[in-house]
Each structure stands twice: as structure tokens, then as C-alpha cells.
């Protein structure tokens, strides 16, 4: 066995433990209930149709809005907050669209990532694009060659980037500090 699948199967028995009393908080939904989007959390009876209609869920064996929010319900904070499965979610807003009870299941799920990252709990793929996007002011680093080559293929150069008003923006709205933060865990 390597070691990246004995990491998963790591993973794999860390998230599917059972679960102890000391880790629900009964108070986790109503701070969820709190936040613009979450306010129908509490309306979610576990139909289905959030993770039936995902595009992400149809080729993730994974990932599962409805396992996100039946969390959240329960309060099991920390299983939720460091769920690597939190981070899948596309932002399509297809769950929140279908939903019978009109539930913001995308809000909710950004929701829970916002409190993850103020936990310190970030993806080193989400540390390393906030850090291009204030080092540069693009999410993604173009190589030296690329740009070579669309000069050589007659295209256009790419416009160029403002990174001192992100860096005035992400200080502003503390972007800069919480990544800051986060570069250390």
C-alpha cells in the first residue's frame, strides 16, 4: 500500500468514525441560522435532492451537500469544519435552486467554509491562489513561455493587473490578514 492510499484510508476511517456525545454542539446550527443564507438551515428534512441533482456528487464518491447540512444540523462542528468535502462544492447553486424547502444549501456551504477558514482551516490550493491574487492580481501565474507564444501567434497580450489596489482591497476587507494566518497552518 502507498502512502497516499494509506492517508485516505486514514481519512476515510477518521470520517466515518463513530461519533462521540463530547462532539455535538447544540448550538452550531442556530450560529449557522444566524448568517445571510443560512436562516432556513433548520427547515432541511434530508430529502435528497440537494446531493441527487449535484453535479459534483453525480462523479464524487465523496461528496454529499446532504451530509454537509445533516452536520451542520447536528452540530458536529468539528467533522463538518475539517470535512475535506467542504471544499468540493462548486458554487453552481444547483442544490439551492431544486431545493423543496427553499433552502440556500450553496450559502450554507459557504458558510461553513467561511467559519473553516477563520478556524485556520484553509486548502493549500486556496492559500496558494489568494497569494498569486495579491502577489499579481490574477489567481493563476501565466509562465514566461505562454506569453511568449501568444506574441510569436500574433494574440493579444493579456491586460495587465492592478495588484496594488487588491492589496489595498484584500487589506481592506482583511482578505490579507487571514491569509496571512492561514499560511501558518
Not at 1 to 18: F, G
Not at 34 to 63: M, N, V, W
Not at 136 to 158: D, F, M, N, S, V
Request: aromatic share 6%.
Amino acid at each position: 500500500m502507498s502512502k497516499h492510499d494509506s492517508k485516505s484510508e486514514e481519512n476515510k476511517v477518521t470520517e466515518s468514525a463513530p461519533i462521540k456525545a463530547h462532539e455535538f454542539d447544540s448550538h452550531f446550527k442556530y450560529e449557522i441560522t444566524e448568517e445571510h443564507g443560512g436562516e432556513k438551515l433548520k427547515h432541511c428534512f434530508q430529502c435528497g435532492t440537494c446531493t441527487s441533482d449535484c453535479p459534483i456528487a453525480r462523479f464524487s464518491d465523496s461528496y454529499r451537500p446532504r451530509t454537509l447540512i445533516r452536520m451542520a444540523l447536528l452540530g458536529l462542528k468539528d467533522r463538518v469544519l475539517s470535512s475535506e468535502t467542504l471544499w468540493l462544492c462548486a458554487a453552481c447553486f444547483t442544490c439551492t435552486d431544486r431545493c423543496p424547502q427553499d433552502i440556500e444549501v450553496a450559502s450554507i456551504i459557504r458558510i461553513l467554509r467561511n467559519a473553516a477558514v477563520h478556524r485556520g482551516g484553509i486548502p493549500l490550493i486556496f492559500k496558494e491562489l489568494g497569494s498569486s491574487i495579491l502577489e499579481t492580481g490574477i489567481a493563476y501565474r501565466i509562465p514566461e513561455l505562454r506569453l511568449k507564444k501568444r506574441e510569436t501567434t500574433g494574440l493579444p497580450q493579456l491586460p495587465k493587473s492592478n495588484p496594488e489596489d487588491i492589496a489595498k482591497l484584500a487589506k481592506a476587507t482583511g482578505f490579507s490578514k487571514l491569509l496571512k494566518r492561514n499560511e501558518k497552518t
